[in-house]
């Protein structure tokens, strides 16, 4: 696993050198590129640093416990440093583990989301704007950006069905769980005599789709064309009435 973090970091030194170069700049496409690619590697970078941090303080504390005339609060001090040392070391490297699994490709995209009132009638619908106001509040405590597509509101102030758009960095590794049919159990302020109402709600989670250039082979292409037929007028079997 180290190796393979000693060679990630090597990495991230390189995109920094490349980053900074003028020409790389000038060329848009490679320097997002690049610049995607070191984003993607800094939180693992960081993580093995700090790793690498406290490796060296412990070995500075142990070298101070060879010490035979280290008086007794130092060779203290030391050993609770060393222990410190090793509970967090322990916690690091769970996280290095779990930092190095394979992403999903998806995970930085933006987001389509889409909620749709199960059952439960008008309770259903407003739990369904419930879900939407902590999704946007979710967004915005992110610095994304919400757009709504599509909606159709209740005059009570839920939502049948509302899709929309979120974008930011991550966003779909954030929300990609929240798919699936969700579930609500309380009085709901259209019930009078008090009662408890379950209702339901759908979400989906889409990624968003990139942009694709399709280049189009001419020698892929047939076209056929259709003249009028049939008697009469200067026209037929002349004139190409489709295509």
Not at 102 to 130: C, H, S, T, W, Y
């Amino acid at each position: 696993m180290f190796e393979k973090l000693s060679f990630i970091e090597e990495r991230y030194n390189e995109l920094s050198e490349q980053i900074s170069d003028p020409a790389v700049i000038a060329d848009q496409d490679k320097f997002r590129k690049l610049c995607k690619e070191q984003s993607d590697i800094t939180p693992i970078v960081e993580k093995y640093r700090e790793y690498k941090k406290l490796m060296q303080d412990m070995e500075d504390s142990e070298a101070m416990l060879s010490d035979s005339e280290l008086d007794k609060e130092l060779r203290e001090m030391a050993e609770e440093e060393i222990a410190e040392c090793k509970k967090t070391l322990e916690k690091i490297n769970d996280e290095l583990k779990i930092l190095l699994l394979p992403k999903d490709p998806n995970d930085d995209k933006n987001v389509i989301v889409e909620i749709r009132g199960g059952a439960g009638g008008d309770e259903a619908a407003l739990f369904a704007g419930d879900l939407f106001r902590m999704y946007s509040m979710y967004a915005e405590a992110n610095r994304w950006k919400v757009d709504i597509m599509n909606s159709n509101a209740t005059e009570l102030g839920g939502y049948k069905e509302i899709s929309f758009s979120i974008e930011g960095q991550g966003a779909y590794s954030r929300l990609k769980f929240e798919s699936g049919v969700h579930r609500v159990q309380r009085i709901p302020s259209t019930e009078s005599g008090g009662r408890i109402h379950t209702s339901t709600v759908t979400v989906a989670v889409l990624p968003e789709v990139e942009e694709v250039e399709v280049e189009i082979n001419q020698n892929d292409l047939r076209i056929d064309v259709f003249r009028a037929g049939g008697p009469g007028g200067q026209c037929v079997n002349t004139t190409v009435s489709a295509v």
